[in-house]
């Protein structure tokens, strides 16, 4: 059976038989525009944030270069912050953006203003633009798009310490907050898929179970994480959730979320947790610590594991480093694309 690229992924998504799992990087957190691959297309940071060419551009030569079998949009995790009025230091060749100053010093200080007309701001636009060029011009290449989960975005427009500690001491003031920004979010993935997005991917890096526990980790993330993947599926399209850390203490809270895919980061073991619980499809995992230093045998090995396990999807773990090597990351594309070296033993192929 022959499969696109974006019906490989999509099939997988909706729990069908595929040849074999497919090979992503999503954008947004994950990160794929490395260092190589901008210096050898000329199209660079932090320039390539702010033009919706230019970021067309550069997935393209992502994708053409690494093998990753999709194209991530955006390049980080501040074009929604941006809107709110966080203040953004937008890198450098090496250096992804980030937020140098939230916009709100508390809870108290947070001006709510209509999700329409932050939809309208920053570089909304200009993300959404990219999509849809992308999409025209290469339809049987999944677009992925990656939202700032809602408790990271919430943590880069209120000073993190203390939206942190609103969690416990101030729950009404949070939910507030927490459902204000899930509503931008599901506006903006409206927007996106309107604009041709195949997948929208929803990274929440502060939602993890080291930093929140069980009990808030329920109480907040799965409650607004949940809100964000129904509006992404009344939009049509499916969601990935990442998660970063350690998610052991609240793994059973994880099918709740309802996502079409759940990606984690390398410290957990994916073939257990798809034993112990079968109806999730899982994302992941290889080290970006590999990834970045090598060497490629250790990187086609780990890679090679995780396709033999049955994990549904290969990713890297987390964020890749800027200084990441096309040589190591053609070296875990490769090994998926081979379908010779694959077991197909596996449920889910066919």
Request: hydrophobic share 45%; with cysteine; proline share 6%.
């Amino acid at each position: 059976m022959q499969f696109s690229l974006k019906r490989r992924l999509l099939s997988v998504l909706e729990n069908m038989p595929v040849d074999r799992p497919p090979v992503i990087c999503p954008g947004g957190m994950m990160n794929s525009a490395i260092v190589d691959i901008m210096k050898s297309s000329g199209v660079t940071f932090p320039e390539a944030h702010h033009d919706s060419e230019l970021i067309a551009k550069l997935a393209w030569e992502v994708h053409r270069q690494t093998g990753f079998e999709n194209f991530g949009i955006p390049f980080c995790m501040t074009v929604e912050a941006e809107v709110f009025g966080s203040t953004i230091n937008y890198g450098s060749l090496t250096c992804e953006p980030k937020i140098a100053k939230e916009i709100f010093p508390d809870l108290a200080s947070v001006e709510f203003q209509p999700v329409e007309e932050l939809l309208r701001n920053g570089r909304i636009l200009t993300v959404a633009k990219a999509a849809k060029r992308l999409a025209q011009d290469y339809p049987d290449v999944p677009v992925v798009a990656t939202l700032t989960g809602p408790i990271s975005l919430a943590a880069s427009i209120v000073d993190p310490m203390k939206f942190l500690a609103s969690l416990r001491k101030k729950p009404e003031q949070t939910h507030k907050l927490l459902d204000y920004v899930t509503r931008f979010l599901i506006g903006f993935s409206d927007l996106l898929t309107q604009h041709g997005v195949t997948v929208i991917a929803i990274a929440d890096p502060t939602a993890t179970g080291e930093i929140l526990g069980p009990a808030m980790f329920k109480e907040y993330a799965v409650r607004y994480l949940k809100q964000v993947v129904v509006g992404v599926h009344k939009a049509g399209v499916p969601a990935i959730v990442h998660i970063c850390g350690n998610v052991s203490p609240v793994k059973s809270l994880l099918p709740e979320i309802g996502a079409d895919a759940i990606s984690l980061d390398a410290i957990i073991n994916l073939s257990k947790l798809k034993a112990e619980f079968p109806t999730l499809i899982t994302m992941g995992n290889v080290s970006t610590y590999l990834l970045e230093f090598g060497p490629t045998d250790k990187i086609r090995e780990a890679t090679m594991r995780l396709v033999k396990e049955g994990v549904d999807i290969i990713a890297p773990a987390c964020g890749l480093s800027t200084t990441s090597s096309v040589e190591n990351i053609k070296a875990m594309t490769a090994v998926v694309a081979d379908t010779d070296v694959i077991s197909k033993g596996g449920e889910n192929y066919v």
